[in-house]
């Protein structure tokens, strides 16, 4: 204990004289208003108090010994400093510098990062200042935020941005030309974490170790275009993602090509109807370019080239009706299929050789660009364009089982082996769309209808 004393006491003693060669001036100054070595403090605490001191500290103590030294160069240069002020202010900065404080990064309340954080480790944090009414202890706000780099929530995905170098006029769809994908991340609130450190620090008065909990702010990734190509504001309007766990790996290499070679940077023109089966070209019909991976044929399981490409389907057509886009021709599968449960259950969109397909309008008066890509077992399609103010939602899963009363598919309940939900767009104007997506399987296994059913009641 003794020799932690006496480190403390030597830093803080240095600190003192750091202060102090701070106020060396020319002429020794002698008004009590005048101010020294100011810094931004943001949240401070004064601490100046009457001068009858005798017998109130021991002399062998050693805060009292750095504030004595502390307390005679301030007096030095004419400024006013208590002991009892300088005590106190050698004390605080100790208690400061003992503070530790765990900060954990959430993301949707979960713990994704974590960071000790003290003044021990940054003591620039803290900062003294004198003035006529005393010396100050208090935090520095610009040296707190300096320390929340991006490296703090370690390997935590952050946002990626890409730029647009051009565009390929294709024969069935046009193309971008870009340097990568587009990926959303997260990004530490500064504002927030730095607000939430300083309150902590400051209020601790226990000297122990303080937790608190930071949520990361999700960040879209930018689509940055730089040339002369009209594509208008480029922001993130809706996402789509699914998740192919569990693949063989002939399905895996078909969604993944899907992904990047055919949906992968397509704009749609305002007006225009996007096709999924044109995207695909004729690739499909002629062969020779998939993998051999189940497909549903007529209500059978065989072994085709392309299968698992409704895989990217699926996960466009929920993109698609997050964004409030007019959906055209979509079918689900025959039959229920487990890789389509996480993303939406129900929400899948079947191609197959022409036919059927997927498509959509882009009623916006700009165009859109589809961005796609696969991070591990999970595919996602993300939606750039100009927002018109529309606002898509989408409740569910219901079914027969579970659908509200007046939940309907024009005009009649859900059977057993269906699954629906209920989409509505609110547009800029005020008008409203509402229609429900129901999806129609041979059977569904009651394991689902179970599970559902226990989440909506809870």
Known sequence: MRKREKHLSHGLSFTALALCVALMGPEPATHSSIRYATLPLGSSIILATPENTAGLFREDDPSVRTALRLQQRLRSKGLPATLQNAVAAIRERQRLLRQSIAVSFLIDSVTAATWEASPQHHPLWIAMTADGTGIRVGLNRDQIEAALTEERIGSVPRPQNVRITGLHDGTLVNRILSDGVARPGYRINQELT?????????????????????????????LENPTSIPLGDLTLLASGHSNFKGSPWGRVANVRKALRDHVNNVVVAPGEVFSFNAALGDTLAKEGRWEQAKVINNGVLTMEQGGGICQVSTTLFRGVLHAGFPVLERKSHSMYVSYYEVGGVGLDATVYKGDPDLTFLNDTGNPIVLQAYDDGDDAYVHIYGTPDGRVATLDGPYFAQTAPADF??????????????????????????????ISTYKSLPKSIVYKYTALSAL
């Open 408 to 437: 309907s598919d024009g005009g009649r309940a859900l059977n057993r082996n269906e699954i629906g939900w209920r989409h509505r767009v609110v547009y800029a104007d005020g008008s409203v769309k509402s229609d429900a997506v």
């Open 194 to 222: 730095k607000s939430m450190l300083i309150a902590a620090l400051l209020e601790n008065r226990m000297e122990s170790r303080t937790e608190i909990e930071v949520p990361l702010v999700f960040t879209p990734g930018r």
